[in-house]
C-alpha cells in the first residue's frame, strides 16, 4: 500500500467481517503539497449505526498519519448526510465547512 501512495496512485480496502464484504475505505487521490489527504468509506446500511464506521476511518486515520508527508485529513461529506458527519465527528475528526465551486 506504501508504494502506491508513494507513486501517487489511489489506495483502498475492501472491509469484511466474518468474510463478508461490508464496506469499503479509501484514499481517492495522493497527498496535496500541504500534506492533506482526502479520507473515503462507505458501509453497507446494516452495519450501519454499530460503531463499525467510526472504527473503520480511525483505524485509516491513525494509519495515514503514521505515513511521510501526511499532516491533515479531508472528506467530502454532503452538507446534510448527518450520519457521515457524527462518524468524522466520534472518530476524532474536526467539522469545516468549505465551499466548492
Known sequence: MTLRLEHGHPA?????????????????????GAGCIEVGDGLAE??????VGTEIVRAISDWLLTRPGVAT????????DTASWRVREKAGHLRAETEHG
Open 46 to 51: 446494516s452495519y450501519r449505526h454499530h460503531g
Open 73 to 80: 485529513l479531508t472528506s467530502c461529506i454532503e452538507p446534510l
Open 12 to 32: 483502498g480496502w475492501l472491509v469484511r467481517s466474518s468474510g463478508i464484504v461490508i464496506g469499503h475505505c479509501g484514499i481517492p487521490a495522493s497527498v496535496d
